[in-house]
């Protein structure tokens, strides 16, 4: 499976750490790839995935047949517009990004919510790709590894208008990171809800003083 992802920090790199430990083919985009491989912490980083490929953000869309969005979601838009519309064309975007705002301060707000979200208004940017929401609800370690957390026994989330992308998504949650329990919640309007936990997910970082937590929904 080839996979390029759109982000070089700390999600992009777990997300593409653990897809080539998993057997897939990665590109990480960058902005310059010329820079990047000189910046310390990120040498680090690719000491400890050395199959991972580093292109630009439009060359890790054209690698790919399933992207990953892991960028600031204030750049998200921009971040694809240099990936190019037409190297994701059909394809299927995970976009993992939350719409924070840290114009005001700690904890941040989100710039978008309530009537429309970030996932959507990237879905009507790019409308020949399938875009699923997904993975924005855990940190960047959880996403990758689940079941560190009570056996994997809690939940994601996925949203999209495509059906047989969210089942792709589903199985790669699955099979690559061992995520045991996926809610369908629907189309990509409910990617609101999903960025939505965002204010709680912060409060509860606060509250119970670690990252390392998830949501597990019982009826
Ligand atoms: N951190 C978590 O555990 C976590 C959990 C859930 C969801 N998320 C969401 O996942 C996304 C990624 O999180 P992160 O912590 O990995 O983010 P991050 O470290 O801030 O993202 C770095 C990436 O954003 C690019 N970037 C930054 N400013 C840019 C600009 N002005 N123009 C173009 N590209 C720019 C960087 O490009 P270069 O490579 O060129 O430097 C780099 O690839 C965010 O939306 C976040 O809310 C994070």
């Known amino acids: 499976?080839?996979?390029?992802v759109l982000g070089t920090g700390t999600v992009g790199?777990?997300?593409?750490?653990?897809?080539a430990a998993t057997g897939a083919q990665v590109v990480i985009g960058t902005r310059d790839p010329a820079v990047l491989p000189g910046r310390e912490d990120f040498?680090?980083?690719?000491?400890?995935?050395?199959a991972v490929e580093v292109g630009t953000f439009a060359e890790a869309a054209a690698a790919a047949e399933i992207a990953f969005n892991?960028?600031?979601?204030?750049?998200?838009?921009?971040?694809?517009?240099?990936?190019?519309?037409?190297?994701?064309?059909?394809?299927?975007?995970?976009?993992v990004s939350n719409p924070l705002d840290f114009s005001t301060g700690m904890p941040p707000s989100l710039f978008v919510s309530n009537?429309?979200?970030l996932g959507e208004r990237i879905q009507a940017q790019?409308?020949?790709?399938?875009?699923?929401?997904s993975l924005n609800t855990v940190n960047a370690s959880v996403?990758?590894?689940?079941?560190?957390?009570?056996?994997?026994?809690?939940?994601?989330?996925?949203?999209?208008?495509?059906?047989?992308?969210?089942?792709?998504?589903?199985?790669?949650?699955r099979d690559r990171f061992g995520w045991r329990n996926v809610i369908d919640l629907g189309?990509?309007?409910?990617?609101?809800?999903?960025?939505?936990?965002?204010?709680?997910?912060?409060?509860?970082?606060g509250s119970l003083g670690t990252a390392m937590f998830s949501w597990r929904i019982v009826t």
Do not use: C, Y
Request: glycine letters at 8%.
């Open 143 to 173: 996403m990758v590894d689940p079941r560190q957390l009570a056996d994997g026994d809690h939940h994601v989330f996925v949203s999209g208008n495509d059906q047989e992308a969210k089942q792709v998504v589903s199985d790669l949650l």
């Open 70 to 95: 892991a960028t600031p979601g204030h750049v998200s838009l921009e971040v694809l517009r240099m990936a190019g519309a037409d190297n994701l064309e059909g394809k299927i975007l995970v976009d």
């Open 187 to 205: 189309d990509i309007s409910t990617a609101r809800g999903a960025e939505m936990l965002m204010p709680m997910w912060l409060r509860l970082m």
């Open 1 to 4: 499976m080839d996979i390029g």
């Open 43 to 50: 040498a680090d980083w690719r000491a400890t995935s050395p």
């Open 126 to 133: 790019l409308p020949g790709t399938r875009v699923v929401k």
């Open 13 to 19: 790199r777990a997300l593409a750490g653990k897809l």
């Open 115 to 117: 009537t429309d979200s």
